[in-house]
Structures are given as C-alpha cells and as structure tokens.
C-alpha cells in the first residue's frame, strides 16, 4: 500500500495549509476577508480596496490604493501579438479556455514576471496580472461578440474601465450606469475569495513547484471552469432556462436532482463547507431584486430560481443533507441583466477570485510551504514478470 491505509477522497478531512486570508465557518455560513465580514465588505467597500485588502492584508489608506491603482494601470496595455493568439481560437472557443491559455500567453510576453523571488519582483507580476488580466476577459468577449479590442480608459475606476472594455461600442460613447457599476462591484468582491476551494488549491499546488504567478493562475482558471465548481453559475441558468422551457415545471428537476440513478444535480445548490446559508448567495438574491428592478428588467428565470429555492428548502432530501443555494445560485441572473452572455458567466467569476488566487499563492510562497505531493494506497497489481507480445 506504499505505507499508507486510509485516503480522503477530495481532502473533505483534510487541512492543506495554515492561512490568514479568508475566514469560513460553514456551520453558521460566516465568511470573512483578513477578518472583516463579507457582509461589510459587500455594503461599503469597492473591489480594489478589496483587493488591496486579500493580496496585503490591510485595508489601504487612500494613497495607498492610489498608488497601487497607477500601478496597475501602468501594466494594463497587453502586447499586441497576444491578439495573434486570439485570433487564432474559433469564436466558438469557451471564454474560460480562451483565458487560461492567454493568461499562460503573457508569461511569453513577461518572461520577468515567471520566477518572483523578491518581494519587488511579486509586486510587479501581481500589478501587471491586476492590469491585463481584465483585458483578457473583456477580450474574450468581444472575440465571440466579433468587436473591436479595447484598451479602455485610464480615467475610468478599475471596475468602471472593465465594463468599458466589455461593452463599449465601436461607434459610440460608453455610458457607465451606476446601477451595473455598483453590481459588479459587489459581484467581484463577493467571489474575491473562498479559502482552500478546488481552484485556490489548484493555484497553490502548482505555485509550489514554484511554477510563476500567471501559470499558477491558469491552472486556477481551469479548475473553476467545471460545473461542480465555478462553472456551475453558467450551467444554473442553463438548468433555469431548461425549466422555463418545460413550462416551469421545478417538480420535475427535484426529482431528477434526488434520482440516485440520475447523475443530474440541482446546480447552485450544496457547497462543501456551508451546511447552511451561503452568506454570499443571501447578498447576491437581495441584489437581483435590486439591478433586475433598477434596470426594469423583468426575468422569468428570477422566479423560477425563487420557486425551485422554497422547493429545496422544504425538501426533506435537501433539508437533510442541508442543500442551500450557493454563490453561483442567483448571480448569472444578474449578470444576465447586466447585459452579460452565459458563456461568460464563470469568465467574471474568475474576475473577482483573481485577488485571493494572487493573495494564496503570495501566500504559499512567503510560508515557504514544501512542494504539494500527496501519497495514496496502491491497489494495483503485485509484482509480475514481463511478458513477450508473442505470451501475451
Ligand atoms: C463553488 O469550495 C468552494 O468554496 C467553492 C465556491 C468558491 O467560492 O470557491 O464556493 C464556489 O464552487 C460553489 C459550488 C458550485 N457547484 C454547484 O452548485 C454544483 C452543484 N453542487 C454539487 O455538485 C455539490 O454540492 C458540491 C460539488 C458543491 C459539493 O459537493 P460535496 O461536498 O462533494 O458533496 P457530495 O457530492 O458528497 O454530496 C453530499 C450529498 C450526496 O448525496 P448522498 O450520496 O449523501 O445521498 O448531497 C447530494 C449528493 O448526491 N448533493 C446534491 C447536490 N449537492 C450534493 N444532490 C442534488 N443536487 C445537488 N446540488
């Protein structure tokens, strides 16, 4: 068994690090960023301070954040050639491919940014993957919307300037509308970061073979790209859509999501730490009712995901297994009335844990923490002579 008896399928048992970034008490659906409660967070911060906040520590004075703002915008051009890749990906490709492989790009194009070992050398490769990386996601979507590739504008807020990329028309103004600012804003911070999840793991295990930021990073972006983890709020208004389809018939996707022989689940729901409320989905269904009513938009699919809730909720399978919503539950509502695709949908996940994937690998890299390389229990064949193609 190679000295080992007992393994912990998905690490449900298992502590991989000590860290002092992100606070989960999933019994009390508590979370907290560097001590302060996301509830806070959400109502009166912004995302950079946020960001500021997972990546240092502290919450920034007003120079700081100026400073580290300038020094993010002085690293937000991305080399031209990258759009070489871009072009070369069918406007069919999946954002999240498309991001993962051009965040691998970048390191071709900031060979300084591959080996950080000074605390300098960190702090430029975070500043210049803060800069270019929402580029990359506004480029992904203007690939697949077939517009033009924007820089955006240096006199726009971090947040601002994104949605400026995302959505400026080639022939006229861009109008930033408070409502989606400040809903982004919440977004982005509400999804900064979410401790030892499958993606932040993935982050960590790779940076401790001291592969570089931005090659960490892109594995991180591959393991929130599946539906059991951030893909998940692209694959629920995929499930509500279905359902909206079937004539709201929510009963139908309950049984389904109960059937042991259907390997369906109610996406949005269940989480592995929170065996109550997820904190963040509370925050995001008030804020659904707010933008959707803000923008006079009217969707269907907003009552279906209430109805198919107070179904889970006083559902004896879900009770029991203390099924809630989770984060990815409502917030593809919004970003649908924000005027953003599906296929996006996991992309601005990405978006907003891009600081606590910087903040946990700056992390693992300043503990020093040993190269991730768990052990198993062998259950394969003992040892066997070789055989000759002509015994076999
Ligand atoms: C995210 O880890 C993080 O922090 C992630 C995240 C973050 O911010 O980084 O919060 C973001 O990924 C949120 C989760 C998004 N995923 C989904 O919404 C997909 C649907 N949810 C499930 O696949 C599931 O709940 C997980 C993956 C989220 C958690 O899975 P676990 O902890 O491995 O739980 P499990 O599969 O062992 O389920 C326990 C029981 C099982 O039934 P029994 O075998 O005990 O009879 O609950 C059932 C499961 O079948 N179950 C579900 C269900 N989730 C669990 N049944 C129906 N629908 C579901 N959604």
Redesign the pocket.
């Known amino acids: 068994t190679g000295g080992l008896t007992t393994i912990d399928p ?1 690490y449900k048992n298992t502590g991989s690090c000590t860290s002092a970034i992100t606070f989960l008490n999933g019994e009390e659906g508590i979370l907290r960023y560097r001590g302060y409660s996301i509830e806070e967070l959400a109502d009166k911060a912004d995302f950079l301070e946020v960001a500021y906040l997972l990546i240092f520590g502290e919450l920034p004075t007003a120079t700081q954040l100026e400073k580290f703002h300038n020094d993010i915008k002085a690293q937000s051009h991305v080399d031209e050639d990258v759009k070489k890749i871009l072009d070369g990906f069918p406007k069919s490709a999946h954002p999240m491919g498309v991001l993962s492989s051009l965040t691998s790009a970048l390191m071709a194009f900031n060979p300084s940014s591959v080996n950080v070992d000074s605390e300098e050398d960190m702090y430029n490769a975070i500043v210049k993957i803060m800069g270019k990386f929402p580029v990359l996601v506004a480029w992904a979507l203007r690939k697949r919307t077939g517009q033009p590739l924007d820089y955006g504008d240096d006199n726009l807020g971090y947040v601002d300037n994104i949605l400026k990329m995302m959505f400026k028309k080639a022939n006229s103004e861009y109008k930033i509308d408070p409502v989606v600012s400040n809903a982004l804003d919440k977004l982005l911070i509400l999804h900064a970061d ?1 401790e030892q ?3 932040t793991s993935t982050v960590r295990i790779v940076g401790s073979s001291h592969a570089g930021l931005f090659a960490s990073l892109s594995a991180g972006i591959n393991a929130l790209w599946g ?4 893909g ?1 709020n692209q694959a629920v208004l995929e499930m509500l859509e279905a359902i909206k389809e079937d004539g709201g018939d929510t009963k139908k996707y309950m049984a389904k ?1 109960k059937d042991k022989k259907d390997p369906f ?9 929170y065996k109550n409320f997820d904190p963040r989905a509370k925050i995001i269904k008030v804020a659904a009712d707010d933008v959707l009513g803000a923008l006079g938009v009217e969707d269907p699919i907003l009552d279906i995901a209430k109805g198919l809730e107070q179904e889970a909720l006083n559902d004896p399978y879900f009770v029991d ?1 203390k ?1 809630y919503p ?3 539950f409502y917030s593809g509502i919004i970003y649908r009335a924000m005027g953003i695709p599906t296929e996006m949908f996991t992309v601005m996940f990405a978006l907003g844990r891009l600081p606590g994937w910087i903040a946990q690998w700056k992390e693992m890299r300043e503990n020093k923490e040993p190269i991730g390389r768990p052990r198993q229990v062998y259950t394969g064949e003992n040892h066997r002579a070789f055989k000759e193609v002509s015994e076999r």
């Open positions: 998905g979410h999840n499958c993606s539906p059991l983890h951030g998940a999501a689940r109610l996406m949005g729901f269940g989480h592995r730490v297994r099924l989770n984060v990815d």
